[in-house]
């Protein structure tokens, strides 16, 4: 079972490799997402969570607790969100297979999909 150090390692990385993507991946993910969201990851298996917001295509800093009314919720086992960060497992097919839980709506859910 990955640490929550471990986590916050790779969504920090998630974080430098959106911000590293370049002026069109960010401009397709900002009209893709023209507001501002928050983003919160609960990880069930060490009770834990992390929240940032996307803005303009980019993500903000990382915070280690939970926020208040996040837009997008993704819960899911920490093993499993490396794992989909790592490109090792497709975020719609665990989702189908419930190893990750999205709360968002339909419009958010297939601008999460580019980040992943």
Do not use: C
Request: proline fraction near 4%; glycine fraction near 8%.
């Amino acid at each position: 079972m990955a640490t929550k150090k471990d986590v916050e390692s790779k969504l920090r990385g998630l974080i430098g490799r959106l911000g590293s993507a370049g002026k069109e991946a960010q401009g397709q993910l900002a009209q893709a997402l023209p507001e501002p969201r928050v983003i919160q990851m609960d990880l069930s298996d060490l009770d834990t969570s992390f929240w940032t917001e996307l803005a303009r295509g980019e993500l903000g800093p990382l915070h280690s607790g939970p926020t208040e009314d996040p837009d997008i919720r993704v819960t899911a086992k920490s093993d499993d969100l490396i794992a989909m960060i790592d490109g090792k497992k497709n975020l719609f097919t665990s989702y189908l297979a419930g190893h990750i839980r999205v709360q968002a709506n339909v419009q958010d859910l297939m601008a999460l999909r580019k980040l992943l």
